[in-house]
């Protein structure tokens, strides 16, 4: 966790700070139960583990699908618990709704000492992806996944929310015919945008992962739409290049680190930033650090934009560039796949439209007023 503790830029002071120790759940102590809903959900092999908890396959036995399941100790300390903000987050997402984009919630509930939540498995995030393609994406591949990343993150914003932790790692490929859809997760800094308490204020920290952050956020401003958006674009470029200009920048201390890291994000042109690469990218990154607070962006003209330079640099590879074209399928036989499918439109809560109807969003954090229960017998998944 990285903490930056003052409101004036020029005076930034940062802290590296080490999480709390470890609730281990160790094997010599009571762990999580071997089964959930009724037996519905069976636990096997642990995925991987953390401070605040652990993830493990699971089988759903009334599909035979695998998927993910994560526990935390409820015993934890409230600001250290994720998983009921995760809850109402997807939830919001899923209201009435089959969103592109987002894992499905299956199930949540309190057994014993720890909370539990059931949800679709997913695959790579995009920074294993990029290891595994030398460091660095094509732009073929860049334009696949921007197209992806604009359509999620505006449905996301159109429920009023905005992430504000922006990285490759939480954009996850799917399994199995789903295996080329990206999946946005980790909605634990998620927050509310658009009430009328949120309003452009200075901020006592930076808020998100210090290298794809925004300018604003880096000057401790409150976060809004604009800044997942250029938090998106330095995240591109990162992809493009390999590397960031601001990417291994060492100093005497983690003040002066963070301060270094925000100077350079300003005076880097962007014109440098991008050179040698569709002007596309460039021109994304300059009109996200020129919003203002409340502005509503224009996703759908960037999606047109993307759209004509995939459509070039298919002509130039003499072919229809797909959905699944990405530089770590070069090669593969994937089998049947899903398509994906979009919206056809997405309203945000401050278009004309729909302005008079909303009311407000509480706050997403606490926890899960009920027991998330899945569907009585088989999870239902879309028609390929």
Known sequence: WLKISSLAPAAIHCTNMAPPPCAAMSSSSKGPPKTLALGRFELMDRLGSGCFGEVFRGIDTATGREVAVKVERVSLRAGQMQLAQEVKVLERLWQNARPQGFAQLLHFSEEGRFNCMVMDRLGKNLEDRLQSCGGHFSARAAVLIVEQVLHCIEYFHSKGLVHRDIKPDNFMCGVGPRQHHLHLIDFGLSHVYYNKKHVQMAKKSLTGTVR????????????????????????????????LPWSGLTARTMSEKCELIRRTKITTPISDLCAGHPQEFEGFLGYCRGLRFAERPDYSGWLKRFGHLRERLGAQEGREIQDHHFDWNEGLDLGPLEPIRYPDAVAQPDDREIRTRWRGLRFVCGRSAQTYQPEPLVVTTAAA
């Open 212 to 243: 794809y952050a925004s300018i604003n956020a880096h000057n401790c401003v409150e976060q809004s739409r604009r800044d997942d958006l250029e938090a998106i674009s330095h995240m591109l470029v990162y992809f493009l290049r390999g590397s």
